[in-house]
């Protein structure tokens, strides 16, 4: 198992123990730990996304099983993510939220089998990338807000956690079912451009067949 591969496993590892964080009591939550703790692996987990990509193109060793293994590494997170924090903070990601942002993921990567089945792929649009920050910014402001509503700054001031994570909770929202509606778009576009391009292939081949004059 090259470099790029084994990172992208260490953050299938990372699911299993950020569910474990944030769902036993072993952590407490007088002072935070837990919330840190959970924020920190989420992170670290999330920023493996963009590294192993990057070592696989940089070193040449871009492998079936790094093929496979990234986009499910990443649905993953997100869903396992999601999932654990209608328990651990329902107020602000209820059952529908989770089951939006999870509906997304299996969507896409249902047009993306399709696509691959008929021999073109979806890229990642831009839109796309800038919902998984939002994505990141979101869950990580949900877990915090599970201990701090505000975030007591120099000067008097407060950094508003609950705000800004319900803010991105929503906008969020927004941007999943935004970027599902554009991936569907570009999957029927390049379908229908595939159906037509058959459809041609499929009468020149049939005007050549009744050009064919019979031989004695």
């Excluded at 590294?51 to 499910?72: E, F, K, N, S, W």
Aim: proline share 4%; charged share 15%; aromatic share 12%.
């Amino acid at each position: 198992m090259n470099l790029p591969n084994s990172i992208t496993f260490a953050r299938i590892l990372c699911i299993p123990l950020l569910i474990w964080i944030l769902s036993t009591s072993r952590f407490g939550s007088a002072h935070g730990e837990k919330e840190l703790l959970a924020s920190a692996l989420f992170i670290a987990a999330s920023i493996t996304d963009g590294i192993d990509g990057y070592l696989a193109r940089r070193r040449g060793q871009i492998t079936t099983m790094g093929i496979l293994l990234d986009p499910l590494a990443d649905k993953m997170l997100i869903a396992s993510a999601y999932i654990t924090l209608v328990q651990f903070n329902p107020s602000l990601v209820p059952a529908w939220i989770a089951v939006i942002v999870i509906g997304r993921e299996f969507l896409v990567s249902g047009l993306r089998g399709i696509a691959a089945s008929e021999g073109f792929t979806i890229e990642a649009s831009e839109l796309g990338k800038f919902k998984m920050v939002v994505q990141i910014v979101s869950v990580v402001a949900v877990i915090l807000d599970h201990r701090w509503k505000e975030w007591p700054l120099f000067g008097g001031y407060f950094f508003p956690v609950h705000w800004i994570a319900w803010g991105a909770i929503w906008f969020m929202v927004c941007l999943s079912l935004i970027s599902a509606i554009d991936y569907f778009a570009a999957f029927w576009s390049k379908i229908d451009r595939q159906v037509v391009r058959s459809r041609r292939r499929a009468f020149v081949l049939s005007r050549r067949k009744r050009n064919v004059v019979p031989t004695s």
